[in-house]
């Protein structure tokens, strides 16, 4: 028996960054339950191929969208308005990253993982934040990271930039709460994606995953759609502000390579 509190039957599901990983299992995630669901990416051929492997009860439909450009963001935001006369939900998953020592960083590379992980991203929750505020309803997930709670070594402007996204979920639950929008993050941990599947086919990385996450396992995309079906649900309805950590209890402590018996 289906339980209408966590249905998302109906929705209008605005997905950036849903032609492929994280992004698209969350976007398929919500067209097998009913929603009508718009995904993002940069790339017309891989995003329209995305679209159609989806599938669900409704056509998922593909928009070409860089949101690091605002005008881009804002063409989105009026084209789905246009369309479906509203938007429920956003996910907020577009992001990019270059994994470089500080000191290598250059000017660019800076700018690239910034306008596209924080800048991209505030603007489009602003755009269809204004539309959410005038109907006096909506919710938001940004796609946050492990990064949030504590940098990773050598990918710093990705870091600093899941850092502020946090404050950023935290700033406009507050300020939109009282129009009636939601706004939370899932952080997830480390998910085996395209992008990360030949890292993390290092043995030594392998280990290293092992040995600090509780679950004892990687993370697959799939893993994160039941947070954010949760989170567009009505089961959610005073949950704002928060972030949510999806991550096989990565960061539940310290895995401390004491001995068995304590070391006595």
């Not at 605005?14 to 990416?41: C, M, N, P």
């Not at 489009?124 to 505020?133: C, E, N, P, Y």
């Not at 998910?191 to 890292?199: F, K, S």
């Amino acid at each position: 028996m289906s339980d209408s509190l966590f249905s998302v039957r109906e929705q209008v599901v605005l997905v950036s960054g849903g032609s492929r990983g994280i992004g698209k299992a969350i976007a398929k995630g919500f067209a097998d339950r009913g929603a009508s669901v718009v995904v993002t990416g940069r790339d017309a051929a891989t995003l329209e191929r995305a679209a159609r492997e989806m599938g669900g009860e409704r056509p998922v439909t593909p928009v070409v969208c860089d949101v690091g450009r605002t005008s881009d963001v804002e063409r989105l935001v009026e084209q789905v308005v246009t369309r479906h006369g509203r938007i429920d939900t956003l996910v907020n998953v577009a992001g990019v990253n270059r994994r470089k020592p500080a000191l290598k960083l250059s000017e660019d590379d800076y700018d690239f993982i910034m306008d596209v992980n924080l800048k991209g991203a505030f603007h489009l929750a602003k755009s269809v934040g204004r539309t959410m505020v005038e109907r006096g309803s909506g919710s938001q997930i940004n796609i946050a990271s492990l990064n949030t709670d504590r940098p990773l070594k050598n990918v710093l402007p990705y870091a600093m930039s899941k850092a502020a996204m946090g404050q950023m979920t935290r700033g406009l639950a507050m300020e939109w709460g009282p129009a009636g929008v939601r706004v939370n993050a899932i952080a997830p941990g480390f998910i085996l994606t395209d992008l990360t599947r030949t890292l993390w086919s290092d043995p030594q990385m392998a280990a290293w995953g092992d040995a600090n996450i509780p679950q004892r396992r990687m993370g697959d995309p799939d893993d994160l759609v039941g947070a954010a079906v949760f989170l567009a649900s009505a089961a959610a309805s005073y949950v704002t502000g928060q972030i949510l950590y999806v991550d096989g209890g990565f960061t539940a402590g310290w895995a401390w390579p004491i001995p068995a018996d304590g070391g006595q």
